[in-house]
């Protein structure tokens, strides 16, 4: 399994940025998908998750900015990111859970190797 992001850059704060990551080796749509984030010297955090069917997961400093979204048929999982912050830099993660639903219990089993935002104010 592959998970391959792209997409991430240097943008002003108050920009958009809309980060891909290409799925393969996998059904994707028997599988959750999800975004993470590594900001410099902070832990991974979770950024939202959409589950095989559709449904969205967000956490709560991202809710209203960022939209997750997925084209089945292009195997490929997007990150919408809107009115960017300075905070919102990090090096953004794809992640594929091991199953069809999400949980903030559940832990991604594929990784793919990141792409990095960085917001400047």
């Known amino acids: 399994v592959q998970l391959q992001a792209s997409g991430g850059g240097l943008v002003q704060a108050g920009d958009s940025l809309r980060l891909s990551c290409a799925v393969s080796?996998?059904?994707?749509?028997?599988?959750?998908m999800g975004w993470f984030r590594q900001a410099p010297g902070k832990e991974r955090e979770f950024v939202a998750a959409?589950?095989?069917?559709?449904?969205?997961y967000y956490a709560d400093s991202e809710k209203g900015r960022f939209t997750i979204s997925r084209d089945n048929a292009q195997n490929t999982v997007y990150l919408q990111m809107n009115s960017l912050k300075p905070d919102d830099t990090a090096v953004y993660y794809c992640?594929?859970?091991?199953?069809?639903?999400?949980?903030?219990?559940?832990?991604?089993?594929?990784w793919g190797r990141g792409t990095l935002v960085t917001v400047s104010s």
């Open positions: 080796g996998r059904t994707f749509t028997s599988y959750a």
């Open positions: 959409i589950s095989g069917r559709g449904s969205t």
């Open positions: 992640a594929g859970f091991p199953g069809p639903y999400y949980s903030s219990t559940y832990y991604p089993n594929y």
